[in-house]
T-cell receptor, first 114, second 115 residues
Framework: SQQGEEDPQALSIQEGENATMNCSYKTSINNLQWYRQNSGRGLVHLILIRSNEREKHSGRLRVTLDTSKKSSSLLITASRAADTASYFCATDAEFGTSYGKLTFGQGTILTVHP | DGGITQSPKYLFRKEGQNVTLSCEQNLNHDAMYWYRQDPGQGLRLIYYSQIVNDFQKGDIAEGYSVSREKKESFPLTVTSAQKNPTAFYLC??????????????FGSGTQLSVL
C-alpha cells in the first residue's frame, strides 16, 4: 500500500505565483524526500528532511515536516514555466513492512503557465 | 559523464515472451533498485540490491527476476508470468555511505508495451 498520499493531484498556476504541495503518510519515518519528474523522464532528487527537522530550504524550495500530523509540504516560490513537472514525496519508514525501502506517493502534477 | 543508463528507451513484448531491461551505472553506488510506474501513479518497488550477488524482493516482485553479478549492472527480466507488464520502468541507485534509503539517482526509464 502507498505510504505517502499527495494533495492536490493537480495544480495549475501562473508564472511568478507560489505552489504548495502536501504529502501525508501513515507510519513513523526516518526521513522524507521530495522528487521531481519531467514527463517521460526519470526522477530527480530535490530535498531530504529528517524526522528531527521541521523545516528545510534549498533555493526556491521550502519543505516543512510535521511528524505529529504525519504530513509534509513542499513550497516552490516564484514559480517558473520550467517548474512544470510531477512532484513526488517518498518516505523511509522507521519500522514495519516498509522498513529499509523508500515508498513513493502518487504525485502532484504542477503546471506553470507563462 | 557519470550516471545511470537504461536501455532500451522503448521495448515491445509479445505474448509469452521474456524481455530484459538493462540498467548500468558508473557512480560506484552499492545499492540499486527497480521501480514500476503506471500512468498517473507513484512508483512501486519491484526488486532492490544492496550489494553484489544479493538482492531482495520489493512490493511487486511476482513475474519479474533480477541478477546482480557486477556492481555496475542490475538487469530486470520481465517474464511471461507478468500478465500486465505495460508500464514505465525506472532503475535507481543510492549514494555510497548514506544508506540505501537516501537520495536516489534515477535513470531515464524504459517504456514497456505489449504487442
Amino acid at each position: 500500500s502507498q505510504q505517502g498520499e499527495e494533495d492536490p493531484q493537480a495544480l495549475s498556476i501562473q508564472e511568478g505565483e507560489n505552489a504548495t504541495m502536501n504529502c501525508s503518510y501513515k507510519t513513523s519515518i526516518n526521513n522524507l524526500q521530495w522528487y521531481r519528474q519531467n514527463s517521460g523522464r526519470g526522477l530527480v532528487h530535490l530535498i531530504l528532511i529528517r524526522s528531527n527537522e521541521r523545516e528545510k530550504h534549498s533555493g526556491r524550495l521550502r519543505v516543512t515536516l510535521d511528524t505529529s500530523k504525519k504530513s509534509s509540504s513542499l513550497l516552490i516560490t516564484a514559480s517558473r514555466a520550467a517548474d512544470t513537472a510531477s512532484y513526488f514525496c517518498a518516505t523511509d519508514a522507521e519500522f514495519g513492512t516498509s522498513y529499509g525501502k523508500l515508498t513513493f506517493g502518487q504525485g502532484t502534477i504542477l503546471t506553470v503557465h507563462p | 559523464d557519470g550516471g545511470i543508463t537504461q536501455s532500451p528507451k522503448y521495448l515491445f513484448r509479445k505474448e509469452g515472451q521474456n524481455v530484459t531491461l538493462s540498467c548500468e551505472q558508473n557512480l560506484n553506488h552499492d545499492a540499486m533498485y527497480w521501480y514500476r510506474q503506471d500512468p498517473g501513479q507513484g512508483l512501486r518497488l519491484i526488486y532492490y540490491s544492496q550489494i553484489v550477488n544479493d538482492f531482495q524482493k520489493g512490493d511487486i516482485a511476482e513475474g519479474y527476476s533480477v541478477s546482480r553479478e557486477k556492481k555496475e549492472s542490475f538487469p530486470l527480466t520481465v517474464t511471461s508470468a507478468q500478465k500486465n507488464p505495460t508500464a514505465f520502468y525506472l532503475c535507481a541507485s543510492s549514494v555510497p555511505g548514506q544508506g540505501p534509503n537516501e537520495k536516489l539517482f534515477f535513470g531515464s526509464g524504459t517504456q514497456l508495451s505489449v504487442l
